[in-house]
C-alpha cells in the first residue's frame, strides 16, 4: 500500500470526520479506508485520530501530520501538472472564499464566467464574514478585505474600497444633511453590528482622527439589513463602499462626511500554492484579478 494513498485516505477521514464519508467521497469500501488508516498509524507508530461512536477527531500529532499531508499531497499535484506543461487545461475542484456581500456581488458572477470557460473545473464557493484558515478547511483561494497579516500565501491586490455613511436622499431631506462628525449624535443611526447598545465610529487617520460614540437607533446583525433599513429612509449606516455601490452610483442612496474617511481598505486574492501553481488556481486567479482590478466599484 503506497504512502500517497494512505496520505490521501488519512486526509479524507479527517477533513470528512468520518470514516464512511471518506469511503463514499474516495470510491473506497469502508474497510479498505479503515485498513489504510491502520496501516499508517502502524508505520509512523502514532495514534492519528480518535474514533468514538458519533465521531472522529484528529489528535494533536495527527493535526500536525493532517497540515504536512495536505501540503505534501499538493505538491504531489502540482508536480504533475507541471510536468504536463504550464498550459494545461485548468482541472478538477477548486475552493475559494470570500465576504459574504462581496462574494454575492463581485466573486460569484466572475465564478460563473469561469466555469463557463473551463468545463473540467468544479468550484465550491465558501461565503463567510469571517476570516478562513485555508490551510485547515482545505481552500484554494481566498479574497481577503484589509490589511493583510504575515503569512506564507501568496497575495496579489486587487483594489480599495473605502468606509462610507450613507443615507437615502429623503432622509437626508428630511433631517439634514450632517457636516461633522459630531452632528450624528441628532441623527438616526443604523448599525449593522451585534446588539450592543452603542457603537463607535471611527473617522479619520493618524493625528487627524476622532471616534464617535453613537447609540444606534436601529441595530441588525446583516449588513444587507442595514442597507433595506436606510433605503427606506431609517438613517444614517456605516458600510464598505462597494456594498452600497450600485446604490450610490443609481442615487438611491447619497454618501455623507466623506471628507472625514479614513484610509482606503485594500482588497487581495491570496492562495497558498506552491512552486509551480496547478492550472486551476493560476487559471482563477489570473480571471478573477482582471475582473476585480477593471472593476471601478472597487478601484
Not at 494533536?60 to 505534501?72: E, K, V
Not at 500565501?153 to 439634514?176: E, K, T
Not at 474617511?261 to 492562495?271: C, D, F, K, N
Request: with cysteine; net charge neutral; proline share 4%.
Amino acid at each position: 500500500m503506497s504512502r500517497f494513498h494512505q496520505m490521501t485516505v488519512y486526509v479524507a477521514v479527517a477533513e470528512t470526520e468520518s470514516f464512511s464519508a471518506a469511503a463514499r467521497k474516495l470510491a473506497l469500501s469502508p474497510p479498505a479506508v479503515t485498513r489504510a488508516v491502520a496501516a499508517l498509524e502502524e508505520e509512523l507508530g502514532v495514534k492519528l485520530l480518535i474514533r468514538t461512536t458519533r465521531h472522529v477527531r484528529v489528535t494533536d500529532a495527527g493535526q500536525r501530520y493532517l497540515d504536512d499531508a495536505r501540503r505534501i499531497l499538493a505538491e504531489l499535484q502540482e508536480a504533475d501538472e507541471a510536468a504536463a506543461g504550464l498550459n494545461a487545461e485548468p482541472r478538477g475542484h477548486l475552493a475559494i472564499t470570500a465576504p459574504v456581500l462581496f462574494g454575492q456581488l463581485f466573486v460569484m458572477p466572475n465564478v460563473v464566467r469561469f466555469l463557463q470557460r473551463y468545463p473540467a473545473v468544479d468550484v465550491s464557493a465558501l461565503f463567510l464574514d469571517r476570516v478562513v484558515n485555508m490551510l485547515e478547511e482545505g481552500v484554494d483561494v481566498g479574497i481577503r478585505i484589509g490589511n493583510l497579516q504575515d503569512s506564507a500565501m501568496r497575495a496579489i491586490r486587487v483594489g480599495r474600497v473605502r468606509r462610507v455613511l450613507c443615507a437615502s436622499p429623503d432622509y437626508l431631506a428630511q433631517h439634514g444633511i450632517p457636516h461633522t462628525p459630531d452632528d450624528l449624535q441628532r441623527h438616526q443611526i443604523v448599525a449593522a453590528t451585534n446588539t450592543a447598545q452603542t457603537v463607535e465610529w471611527k473617522f479619520g487617520d493618524g493625528d487627524r482622527s476622532q471616534s464617535q460614540r453613537l447609540k444606534p437607533r436601529l441595530t441588525v446583525t446583516s449588513n444587507d439589513g442595514a442597507i433595506a433599513a436606510v433605503r427606506a429612509g431609517a438613517g444614517i449606516t456605516r458600510l464598505l463602499s462597494y456594498q452600497v455601490a450600485a446604490l450610490l452610483q443609481s442615487g438611491e442612496l447619497k454618501t455623507v462626511l466623506s471628507e472625514f474617511e479614513g484610509a482606503p481598505i485594500p482588497i487581495h486574492i491570496v492562495h497558498r500554492e506552491g512552486r509551480h501553481g496547478s492550472a486551476k488556481v493560476r487559471s482563477f486567479v489570473d480571471f478573477m484579478a482582471e475582473a476585480l482590478k477593471s472593476d471601478g466599484a472597487l478601484n
